[in-house]
């Protein structure tokens, strides 16, 4: 038996062999990881696909991450924010589609205080009944309690890189620490969580990534997402390269067999990279995909990195062509909240 399928057939996976299976090019190899992950995948995920609809409701941000277009310093980029009655009228029409995850994204944005984000929770919570995950950045900790309290589910919040090094090299004035920190905090007033990293960003390396595999473990994650690089004009990075589409998968398929229960997203940014990203992720681990409902003209401005895949499209279509394109691979479209994979069936019918 190689050693990689040796390493496949161990339940708990060290660094090194963690490292080994991300290392490898042979393509029996490869293939025998995509099965495992599969294999995982369909024990603790079943073949359904969960949908979750994200409003990018602001795209101002006090951050300066060197990777992000959405960064302070880029002074090309036409800022807006929805109005109160544009989010929830998007979140009508996110539940109208049949989707009960609304995912509220945007750049850290303190013009939205923490009373206002209540607001717009507890509106949502009282008129539909969806799951809510905010993605709003580092808040302070009485807003984390603030929005629990009024009804948000779910927080993610991408470490983007477990190097403390690395991390302060792409965040200007902010640390790891204070990342995993918030994390553990968000996890400890009964959020389920979300995290994980971006591959191929310079000076990253194979051991980096064993090392974000390994934070998520650690975290004990409810969402583990790992999404490709995509180079940005108007930042540092435009000139770097775009991350690579296989090994991208392969760390997701990686990141499964480690992880096990734990939902893993096919991106918009491996969809923004491969016309078939997507569905090449979700036959390498992954059970989740999160359409774009902003609305125009608000969704070609939320450019984190350019030609965003389907942002030229209209939103109203997306549900049937994403089942389409999920049961065209023998999968199906989950119904319900799709609450994270580490709560008990019964906890979460009554959530
Ligand atoms: N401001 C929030 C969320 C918005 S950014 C936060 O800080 O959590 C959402 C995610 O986009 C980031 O977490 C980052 O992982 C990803 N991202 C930013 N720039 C990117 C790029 N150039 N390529 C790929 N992903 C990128």
Redesign the pocket.
């Known amino acids: 038996m190689s050693m990689i399928s040796e390493i496949l057939n161990k339940e708990d996976l060290n660094e090194e062999e963690i490292f080994s299976l991300l290392q490898t090019e042979d393509s029996d190899e490869v293939k025998l990881i995509y099965q495992k992950a599969n294999e995982i995948r369909k024990v603790f995920c079943g073949d359904e696909v969960h949908l979750r609809g994200i409003i990018e409701f602001s795209n101002y941000?006090e951050?300066d991450?060197l990777?992000?277009?959405?960064r302070k310093n880029n002074l090309n980029l036409d800022r807006y924010r929805m109005s109160f009655d544009e989010i929830i009228q998007t979140a009508e029409t996110i539940y109208g589609m049949g989707i009960q995850t609304i995912v509220l994204?945007?750049?850290?944005d303190f013009f939205f205080t923490g009373n206002m984000v209540a607001d717009i929770i507890s509106s949502i919570k009282s008129r539909f009944d969806v799951a809510i995950t905010l993605?709003?950045?580092?808040r302070s900790f009485e807003d984390y309690v603030l929005w629990k309290k009024s009804g948000a589910d779910r927080y993610?919040?991408?470490h983007?890189t477990a190097s403390s090094k690395l991390y302060s090299t792409y965040h200007i004035n902010q640390n790891l620490k204070d990342r995993v920190d918030h994390l553990y905090y968000l996890k400890s007033l009964g959020y389920q969580i979300g995290s994980?990293n971006?591959i191929g960003l310079p000076h990253q390396t194979i051991k980096d990534i064993a090392q974000d595999i390994i934070l998520c473990r650690k975290l004990d994650l409810d969402m583990a997402s790992f999404?490709?690089?995509?180079?940005?004009p108007d930042?540092p990075?435009r000139k770097q390269k775009n991350a690579d589409l296989n090994f991208t998968l392969k760390v997701m398929a990686v990141a499964r067999i480690v992880l096990k229960n734990v939902h893993i997203p096919a991106t918009t940014?491996i969809g923004t990279l491969d016309e078939y990203g997507r569905e090449k992720a979700l036959q390498a681990g992954a059970n989740v995909i999160m359409p774009n409902f902003t609305p125009s003209p608000y969704r070609e401005k939320y450019s984190?990195?350019p030609n965003k895949k389907c942002v030229k499209d209209n939103p109203l279509n997306c549900p049937a062509c994403l089942e389409n394109s999920i049961n065209s691979l023998g999968r199906k479209m989950a119904s319900g909240k799709g609450h994270s994979l580490k709560i008990s069936a019964s906890e979460s019918l009554y959530r």
């Open positions: 941000c951050q991450c990777y992000c277009g959405l994204q945007s750049g850290e993605s709003l950045g580092e993610l919040l991408k983007e994980g971006i999404s490709p690089f995509i180079a940005s930042t990075y940014a984190i990195y």
